[in-house]
């Protein structure tokens, strides 16, 4: 007779397990208890970086691709119907659901842009949106001295308090790399739309601005958490 492990395990003696506290995760003060909440945003390995970036510039290429061959139009309905096959993948894989719809998301507002304006360099307009935003919120919160990083790191549960002085530190240095970050973005964006090269446009955000936004959001996981970890020696 087969074992479909139901058996085994309701056989099996009862285990104690031991309670492991992650030197990233911060106290659960909601509860009152005091316990450890676990991060809830985990590191990405090099197989999870490179799978994210084919899966950022499928959509993309399809629109370049169609667009030159077609029409703006069916490329931008080309262009989301591959984001939501790429989505559904990635539910599959086991990604989380917000995660996977705000990247959906991202296209079909690529895509619908496209329609409205017609015109195959305005697929690329919302990323030209999306870095003014990221530069005009991340300048805005160093001049307040309220990092955004700190921010959005403490409602994902990364790092520790986030409200030390080293924290303080590396969070106005992080916010300042996001502020540069996006600021270096603009510049080719900016032209290459103005000349409406939208071979150009596909290739500085495949190849430069998600890539460069990946890694960033790579190092920023680090630095908070090398943080957390020293203030929990």
Known sequence: MTDDGLTTAAAAP?????TTVDATSE??????AGRPRRSRLPLPTPGDALRHAVDAVA??????????????????????????VVAAFRRHRGEPRVVVAISATIVALHSVSALVVG????????EIAINVAGFALCGLSLLLAR??????????GV????DSPAARRAHRRLTLGWTALWAIHLPPLLWLYAIDSVAGLT????????????????????????????EAR
């Open 159 to 162: 790092g520790g308090s986030n």
């Open 14 to 18: 009862p285990r104690e397990e031991a």
């Open 147 to 156: 990092p955004i990083t700190a921010t959005v790191c403490r409602k994902l």
């Open 59 to 84: 959509a993309p290429l399809t629109f370049l691709v169609v667009n030159d061959t077609v029409g703006t139009r069916v490329a931008a309905v080309a262009a989301l119907a591959v984001a939501l």
């Open 203 to 230: 290739a500085v955000g495949t190849l430069f601005n998600k890539p460069t936004v990946l890694a960033m959001g790579i190092a920023t996981l680090v630095v908070v958490r090398r943080v957390a970890k020293e």
């Open 27 to 32: 106290p659960d003060t909601a509860s009152g």
């Open 119 to 126: 015109e195959g360099r305005a697929f690329f307009l919302p």
